[in-house]
């Protein structure tokens, strides 16, 4: 595979070393180790409770590993001093499973708030940011609304929005396409496929949804509930021809095993 | 031999009933009649039951060709039926089965009833403790809630250190927002509560000290007793019930939303933004509350000293005036401050707290409300005991 081969070459953005996840004293992952490379868009796939979205909340900070490290861009998360902490953040956005927005501000509100946090920049050049940013992801002049004005796409893309203010190097999405009906959801992965193309950032995705990951993924893994691991890491089309373990093979065929 | 049963269904229900009948000596068939659903499952199972016993060691036949429907639950306790005897050596056969009864009848698996009792056993209820384990696992709990919640205070204490340096960081227009819906949208509420309790105290304090030609004293006792104790008590439980659950409620739907997280994610400690603002609110909100509440309750005094003791407007002011220090009044006012932290503090940390959705966002809120006045009795039991002796 060529193709392996030259991504190997490439930079390495997060690397997840022998990270073993527990909650609440059951363990969920165990000892897992993969890397994700600039530029590329992940799939962390798997069945429902196999651990997709408390690895991304390892990843991102929010739970700290029982074991094993989590570095980004060398920096490990959860080792690292606050400041280290607070300058790799500032390369991270995060979209979250219900936007995560704050549901007391206004949508220009909400998109102020990384800015407010990060920079000293005139009121007017935030304000046109937050436009343009708002602007990218489809909702034009819509930042006086309240997240409760907003249906549950409009409300995904404004998280997408808030998380894209900083230009992040990194996106991590929870499960995007949840909740949005089929038209909206391929909208939402051409967006992702364009600021992935346009800006060249990373995206790590937990889905199970088959046509975004065959549609815009460069590389999936899967997550095994019972193996507390990873059972597959490749192309999607490619595992979904050529993989020989059958949980991997019937996920990506939807096919009751 | 044959008896029939009619289940009791009412009239407007197709009557179903069970004929059993020895066919061939040592052959006993059981045919239900009719339409059975979930209504007449139970009964089905009875009847079926009991022609079993009935039939000791004959061999066992239901025919099923009468029955004109059969849903699922019908379906599976025939099943069970059929399931049951077969463990008992004296297996059940099942004939007559028309298209949409093999139908149903083939969809039913009884064994998916038992692998939910299976599964159950590996992941074993919790057995209803006894007494003892049950203060076990309550002290437990409790210690796990002690412990959150000095964490919770040590982080508190951290914020609020932080923000009294950096008092640009404090989120002002959240600030100026809490204090509007914890005080001035508690204003009739705080008002009403106070004037009612002076008007008892006051009319309660007189049926006794009237008789003995004590009216005078009344002003005095209700001054003192409002002043002092009553205003920042109550005053305290009512924004503990208005503002503290509120606080729960708001923060605790937050994380749920995981706007929490999303805060965190944006480089922005969540005390420092979600529970600084309210408790600063409610720091500079609650002690003019309490003022506010001694004066109704004050007032509520001198409408009973007016109206029902005869006493001048005037006397009654200065038999007031004369009898409240200074002192009592900042006595007052420093346990209202302190009743402003737990309130609010209490009301924060079970928001933080909540992890389980809507379900615990209601948990999180009757916390908030109870351990806060708890806690505001705590205090004010201290204060009693320190005030004495200081």
Redesign the interface.
């Known amino acids: 595979m060529q193709d392996h081969e030259k991504r190997d070459d490439r930079e390495v953005v997060i690397s997840v070393e022998g990270m073993t996840a527990r909650l609440e004293g059951n363990t969920i992952l165990e000892g897992i180790t993969f890397k994700v490379f600039r530029g590329e868009i992940l799939f962390i796939v798997g069945r429902s409770g196999s651990g997709k979205t408390v690895l991304m909340k390892h990843m991102i900070g929010l739970f700290r590993p029982a074991e094993g490290r989590v570095l980004i861009n060398g920096v490990d998360v959860h080792g690292a001093g606050e400041s280290d902490w607070a300058a790799v953040r500032r390369r991270i956005g995060v979209l979250f499973q219900a936007g995560g927005l704050l549901g007391s501000m206004t949508l220009g509100d909400n998109m102020a708030l990384p800015l407010e946090k990060r920079s000293n920049l005139s009121d007017s050049l935030k304000k046109s940011i937050i436009r343009m940013k708002l602007g990218m992801v489809g909702l034009a002049d819509t930042e006086h609304l309240l997240p409760a004005e907003l249906s549950g796409g409009m409300k995904k893309r404004a998280g997408l929005a808030r998380a894209m203010v900083m230009d992040p190097e990194i996106l991590f999405f929870d499960e995007p396409s949840a909740g949005l009906d089929p038209v909206t959801s391929v909208g939402l992965d051409d967006t992702i496929a364009g600021i992935n193309q346009g800006m060249d950032t990373t995206m790590v995705i937990v889905s199970h949804e088959l046509p975004s990951i065959f549609k815009i993924g460069h590389r999936m893994i899967m997550l095994d509930g019972q193996q507390k691991g990873i059972i597959a890491d490749g192309d999607p089309h490619f595992l979904q021809g050529e993989s020989r373990d059958e949980r991997v093979v019937n996920f990506l065929n939807r096919r009751d095993a | 031999m044959s008896q029939e049963k009619a289940s009791p269904g009412g009239s407007k229900r197709m009557p179903s009933s069970i004929a059993v009948s020895e066919s061939t000596p040592g052959t006993v068939v059981v045919t239900p009649v009719g339409r059975f659903s979930l209504d007449e499952a139970e009964l089905l199972a009875a009847d079926l039951n009991t022609a079993a016993r009935d039939s000791q060691t004959s061999k066992l036949v239901v025919d099923l060709s009468k029955v004109s429907y059969l849903d699922s639950a019908a379906a599976l306790s025939i099943k069970m039926f059929a399931g049951d005897m077969e463990q008992n050596g004296r297996p059940v056969m099942l004939v007559g089965m028309g298209g949409e009864v093999r139908r149903i009848m083939d969809m039913i698996d009884p064994r998916i009833v038992e692998d939910v009792s299976v599964s159950r056993l590996s992941h074993p209820e919790p057995v209803p403790a006894g007494a003892i384990e049950g203060i076990g696992e309550a002290a437990v709990t409790t210690a796990g809630s002690f412990k959150g919640l000095m964490v919770f205070t040590g982080e508190l204490i951290r914020a609020v250190l932080h923000s009294l340096f950096h008092p640009r960081d404090i989120r002002w227009d959240d600030v100026a927002g809490n204090m509007r819906r914890v005080g001035v949208q508690g204003l009739p509420i705080v008002g009403l509560i106070s004037l009612l309790v002076g008007l008892i105290i006051a009319f309660m304090s007189s049926l006794q000290l009237k008789p003995l030609g004590g009216d005078i004293f009344v002003a005095a006792l209700v001054g003192i007793a409002m002043v002092k104790e009553l205003a920042p008590l109550m005053t305290a439980i009512i924004v503990a019930g208005r503002s503290g659950s509120a606080f729960a409620a708001?923060i605790g739907?937050?994380v749920v939303?995981?706007?929490v997280?999303?805060?965190?994610?944006?480089?922005?400690d969540p005390v420092r933004f979600l529970v600084i603002p309210r408790v600063a609110a409610a720091l500079i909100v609650v002690p003019l509350l309490t003022l506010y509440a001694d004066f109704f309750g004050l007032l509520g005094g001198l409408l009973v000293g007016m109206l029902g003791l005869d006493l001048t407007f005037i006397t009654y002011i200065d038999q007031t005036g004369s009898n409240i220090a200074l002192s009592d009044v900042t006595t007052g006012l420093v346990k209202s401050v302190v009743f402003a932290v737990i309130v609010s503090g209490i009301g924060c940390y079970h928001g933080m707290r909540v992890t389980r959705g809507a379900e615990g966002v209601g948990r999180a809120t009757t916390a908030a409300v109870v351990s806060a006045i708890f806690f505001i009795v705590l205090a004010d039991s201290i204060f009693a005991v320190v005030l004495h002796y200081l």
């Open positions: 708001e739907t937050m939303n995981e706007e997280d999303a805060l965190a994610i944006m480089g922005f």
